[in-house]
Every structure is written in structure tokens, then in C-alpha cells.
Nanobody, 121 residues
Framework: QVQLVESGGGLVQPGGSLRLSCAAS????????IAWFRQVPGKEREEIAC????????TYSDSVKGRFTTSRDNANNMAYLQMRNLKSEDTAVYYC??????????????WGQGTQVTVAS
């Protein structure tokens, strides 16, 4: 079955960095775009980054552009979200998700369980 498992979350000080990983299984990763979302309690889930199937086209929300970078390793069924210059407002549960298509526009159909990122001093 399709599974996505995030890891790498934790507590980090403002200005610090974290790298989230997303391990994919049960499907051929190279056929799908992978997106990263985050959610704060009481707010809607926000798509913050997406990487197309071949790793060439990437999109970022304005809230993370210039600080976060997404990448992927299709051969090892992995996707990554490198987060730099973290701010307190980045505190959220982060999810990776499989998009319906090879490119980023459109919905996601499978989600990981999420990993908590807390930015605090």
C-alpha cells in the first residue's frame, strides 16, 4: 500500500535549520510530484512547497520562499525539505503528500502522518 513517512522534525532555535525527510513506499515515486504541507492547530493546512516528478520544477509559498528548499531522490524513494533561517511562525506539523500527477498543480491523494517542528528559544 502507499505509504509516506516523515522524519526529522524537532525543536530548533530561531534562525536554525532542520531537514525533513519523506520516505515513500508502495508506489513508483518518479511518477508523481511530492508536496510539503504544514498545519497549525485551528488553521487550514497550507501547501508550502512542491517538487515535480523529475526534480526540475519546484514551487514555494511566499511564506517560505528563499528559506526552504525541496529536493528528491527517486532512486531511493525519498523527498526532502531543507528549512533554514527558521522563525517562530514556522512552528507546525509538517506533512509530505503525493500529488495526483507528475507536476505540482492539483490535489494530493496520500499523506504522511506528519512530523512536529517547533521553533523556540
Amino acid at each position: 500500500q502507499v505509504q509516506l513517512v516523515e522524519s526529522g522534525g524537532g525543536l530548533v532555535q530561531p534562525g536554525g535549520s532542520l531537514r525533513l525527510s519523506c520516505a515513500a513506499s508502495g508506489f513508483t515515486l518518479e511518477y508523481y510530484a511530492i508536496a510539503w504541507f504544514r498545519q497549525v492547530p485551528g488553521k487550514e493546512r497550507e501547501e508550502i512547497a512542491c517538487i515535480a516528478y523529475n526534480g526540475v520544477l519546484k514551487t514555494y509559498s511566499d511564506s517560505v520562499k528563499g528559506r526552504f528548499t525541496t529536493s528528491r531522490d527517486n532512486a531511493n524513494n525519498m523527498a526532502y525539505l531543507q528549512m533554514r533561517n527558521l522563525k517562530s511562525e514556522d512552528t507546525a506539523v509538517y506533512y509530505c503528500a503525493r500529488k495526483l500527477y507528475r507536476y505540482c498543480p492539483g490535489d494530493a491523494d496520500y499523506w504522511g502522518q506528519g512530523t512536529q517542528v517547533t521553533v523556540a528559544s
